[in-house]
């Protein structure tokens, strides 16, 4: 059995962090399903750079939009919903199986309103109107300004994936808006069954200090941070104001680890999946690192739920000199900047391609 099967058994889901019409024309992403146990998809700005600029899939479709009047940011998010809309169908059936906890591919709103809670909302639900999609997410970030727009969301039915998270502090934040949204929906009449994922990025931390750290210390945060954004996942759980909401149909916002490709070219590639392993959560990875779990990884027990030892060793980063709730909202604040960059180099790489075509 594929150690990718073994994770899914202990109820995990793994999600491919990559799209491109090459991956859905070549029936790699169908592969990836039947052969990898790849129950769903997340996409981001980079993803559809790399997508766009690197293939000539594309072309005649923007020549067709071109003509359409289409440029820019809109002719973008057809081409982005095309991709992401056959993925869907493919990965409908597990949606349904599943009673909708799984098979669900995710849409980034554009990352230049990451500060802009009332456009971010706007954006959303255009967004999800537009897709028409059951089982597809619309990513917002979980900064100060994307809180009030998550729980908005939720409360007008759009499923959410709340992107940017990298503590257990952020994730408790992003899980109140959840839940403010569903509690609004109760109060409203509605059925409060709007899923939503909570993605916690990884590998940042330890590329963040990978030079500052003494060999002890190496590639233990990430890990770490995690355990304790486990914990705090399972804490939420046994609240009763979430079993007050579960009791009246909610599901739960299932916590995703996200960024787990490893960084340091000194460690194992699978190091992340396999130290994450974990029910009722998500891992969403990159192609390289899928197929490099498929061919080597291990599942050696799933994470605790008291987190284990992220605190002994959390202490000693503090011990260290570092500040971890200050390095949280740094690498949150850097991920928004970096999203923004790519965002504005995807528009440029559209514009330079149009530009060819036109």
Known sequence: ????????????????????????????????????????????????????TKSDKYDDEIRRLLKGGLKGEPLFFELALQDLSRAADLFLPVHQQTATVDGWVSLEVSPLLAYDT???????KRL???????????????????L????????????????????AAQYTAAADAYMKGLERRVEAGLSPDVRSVASVFISRWDKAVMDKV???LRDKLGIAVGKECYKAYRDVLNTDRWQRLESLGARPQRLLFAS???????????????????????????????LAFGDHGTVEG???????????????????GFDVAALAQKLQDDGAK?????????????????????
């Not at 129950?39 to 980079?46: M, V």
């Not at 009030?148 to 503590?167: C, D, K, M, Q």
């Not at 605790?304 to 011990?319: C, N, R, T, W």
Request: charged share 25%.
């Open 260 to 290: 787990t490709s490893t960084k340091d070219p000194k460690a194992p590639d699978t190091m992340y999946v396999q130290a994450f392993a974990a029910p009722n959560t998500v891992n969403t990875m990159p192609d390289e690192t899928l």
């Open 148 to 167: 009030p727009a998550i729980e908005e969301a939720i409360f007008s039915g759009v499923t959410v994936n709340v992107t940017l998270l990298f503590s």
């Open 1 to 52: 059995m594929k150690a990718t099967q073994k994770l899914h058994d202990t109820g995990q889901s793994l999600w491919i962090d990559d799209i491109t019409r090459d991956m859905l024309d070549s029936g790699t992403l169908a592969k990836y399903i039947s052969e990898l146990s790849v129950t769903g998809l997340t996409s981001n700005p980079t993803i559809f750079d790399r997508a766009v």
């Open 302 to 320: 799933v994470l605790s739920p008291d987190g284990g030892d992220y605190a002994a060793v959390l202490a000693e980063y503090e011990k260290a």
């Open 338 to 358: 970096s999203f923004v960059q790519s965002w504005q180099d995807l528009l440029k790489a559209i514009e330079t391609k149009c530009l060819a075509l036109a």
């Open 214 to 216: 003494p060999d002890a």
């Open 128 to 146: 999800y109107k537009k897709a028409d999609k059951p089982n597809l997410f619309i990513k917002i970030p979980g900064t100060k300004e994307g």
């Open 118 to 124: 009332d456009a971010t909302i706007a954006e959303a």
